[in-house]
Nanobody, 122 residues
Framework: QVQLVESGGGLVQAGDSLRLSCAAS????????MGWFRQAPGREREFVAA????????KHSDSVKGRFTISRDAAKNTVYLQMDSLRPEDTAVYYC???????????????WGQGTQVTVSS
């Protein structure tokens, strides 16, 4: 099982940028798809972005496409979410996850970590 620790959240103003980090340990990541999800107060958790570790292929949700970028650093076993042009509606707790396929990543129920809080003020 892959252990994940999210960090990098904070309080920013609309239009600012933040970079979230997800440090992974416990397994070789070459077979995994890693992704970011978020949950705003009173709303369901939603998919944000994913990256296939083996070739760097990415997928972003329509709500963040063009503003957020997921990437990975193999040397550090870390996945990043670069968030630019932040909006108040991006306010949420952001979570990291890892599965063996994009389908499983999006659809498999799992226990979630603590996540990292992102708050965007207007």
């Amino acid at each position: 099982q892959v252990q994940l620790v999210e960090s990098g959240g904070g309080l920013v103003q609309a239009g600012d940028s933040l970079r979230l980090s997800c440090a992974a340990s416990g397994r070789t990541l070459s077979r995994y798809v890693m992704g970011w999800f978020r949950q705003a107060p009173g709303r369901e958790r939603e998919f944000v972005a994913a990256i296939r570790w083996s070739d760097g292929n990415t997928k972003h949700s329509d709500s963040v496409k063009g503003r957020f970028t997921i990437s990975r650093d193999a040397a550090k076993n870390t996945v990043y979410l670069q968030m630019d042009s932040l909006r108040p509606e991006d306010t949420a707790v952001y979570y990291c996850a890892a599965e063996l396929s994009i389908h499983s990543l999006i659809r498999t129920p799992r226990p979630w970590g603590q996540g990292t809080q992102v708050t965007v003020s207007s």
